[in-house]
């Protein structure tokens, strides 16, 4: 008797709670060092890219993560890491803005110093959800760098938030887990400077040859592009 | 890190040198270094103060300060929390924990990786830029620049 009424209680619950704005299960990633792994279509698109043959060049332009080295390595490849957007917030970086007390970054110090690879070095670049937190100025020229940096029919993952995200959205470090999973890392304190639309992505990247969506979860979108 | 101070030779924080440091026993080096590492099958440990700006060969590497510059391992590189590295890694093995910053390229290679180039990179560290006091930024173009 319980086993039958159980379901209806929990459905009850559930519902209940739904009208009257309980919390929902904790779905989202924990705060510290603990990682919340999640189910990336996006990414396991951009592993088949990456799949054969042994030897290609990858940039990871997130926070260094053994994960992430380990798994690409473990193909055989060779990883290249750049934290660009601990570069880009980089004090050093601000000059005086046009308005009086206000600063703005030096883009051309920026270049000069970070991103400097030779032209098409990398078959793969993984750039996670950098774009979104980037300050404005930087945006443009972090996606023509990239482009410039890739090889002709490489690829490029990339995450965007959804409008749905708040300021507040935490930023994440992500870990490569495996094929087709990713995990979530609460990692340093960046605000979310933006949230991109769809078109906004395409005519960001518009240099590239071709670009897939992905739903994703945590409010995000998967976008896969090849040069 | 204690293992590496009970038995092995010791360079003090305050201890500045320039040049080409060899040896032939553990290291553990919390001052600054400009020049070359190679410490062919030893170990070396570079202390929370240590500042490094050479390229390095050792057995094993464990790194908790800066590091300006190429780290090739016999066996293993260990990436501390308070690492900042900028340079290329060449190693058996590698470990990186949370918090490190890392800047280059990573190599592991299945066999002994050779000490390319220990002292000739020497030169090119020797006259790069100084080391940045926040990690980002203004680091010697060390893997494949333009």
């Avoid at chain 1, 924990?30 to 890219?49: D, I, K, P």
């Avoid at chain 1, 995200?165 to 470090?173: C, I, L, S």
């Avoid at chain 2, 290291?27 to 570079?46: H, M, P, Q, R, T």
Wanted: aromatic share 8%; glycine share 8%; with cysteine.
């Amino acid at each position: 008797m319980l086993l039958r009424i159980f379901p209806v209680v929990r459905f009850a619950v559930g519902f209940l709670s739904k009208i009257f704005g309980g919390s929902q299960p904790p779905s989202s990633p924990v705060e510290g060092g603990v990682r919340l792994a999640r189910r990336s279509a996006g990414f396991s698109h951009f592993t088949r890219t990456i799949l054969c043959p042994d030897g290609q060049k990858v940039l990871d332009l997130g926070p260094t993560s053994s994960s992430n080295i380990n798994f690409i390595t473990g193909l055989g490849h060779k990883i290249y890491n750049e934290d660009v957007l601990i570069a880009a917030t980089d004090s050093r970086l601000l000059i005086p803005g046009p308005e009086e007390g206000s600063t703005v970054v030096d883009v051309e110090r920026f270049l000069a110093e970070d991103l400097q690879y030779e032209s098409e070095s990398f078959d793969a670049v993984l750039l996670w959800d950098v774009c979104d937190y980037l300050p404005e100025s930087l945006v443009k020229p972090v996606v023509e760098r990239i482009y410039q940096i890739t090889k002709p029919r490489g690829s490029l993952l990339a995450f965007f938030h959804t409008r749905d995200a708040g300021p507040e959205t935490p930023y994440f470090r992500y870990h490569i887990k495996s094929e087709d999973m990713v995990e979530l890392q609460q990692g340093p304190h960046f605000k979310l400077q933006r949230v991109f639309q769809n078109r906004h992505v395409e005519k960001l990247f518009h240099d590239f040859a071709s670009l897939k969506f992905f739903i994703g979860r945590e409010n995000m979108r998967e976008v896969l592009l090849l040069r | 890190m204690d293992n590496y101070r009970a038995d092995v030779a010791h360079i003090g924080k305050s201890v500045i040198i320039k040049g080409e440091l060899s040896g032939s026993e553990d290291l553990y080096l919390d001052g600054e270094v400009e020049g070359s590492i190679d410490l062919k099958k030893n170990n070396l440990a570079i202390g929370p103060n240590g500042r490094v700006r050479a390229n390095v060969y050792a057995r094993e590497v464990v790194i908790h300060g800066q590091v300006n510059g190429n780290v090739t391992a016999v066996d293993k590189i260990d990436l501390k929390k308070s690492a900042q590295l900028i340079g290329d890694i060449k190693a058996q093995r590698i470990a990186i924990e949370d918090g490190a910053f890392f800047k280059g390229s990573v190599d592991i290679c299945k066999g002994e990786p050779k000490a390319e180039a220990v002292g000739q990179a020497a030169h090119a560290v020797a006259a790069a830029t100084p080391a940045p006091s926040v990690p980002a930024a203004a680091a010697p173009p060390l893997i494949e620049k333009k």
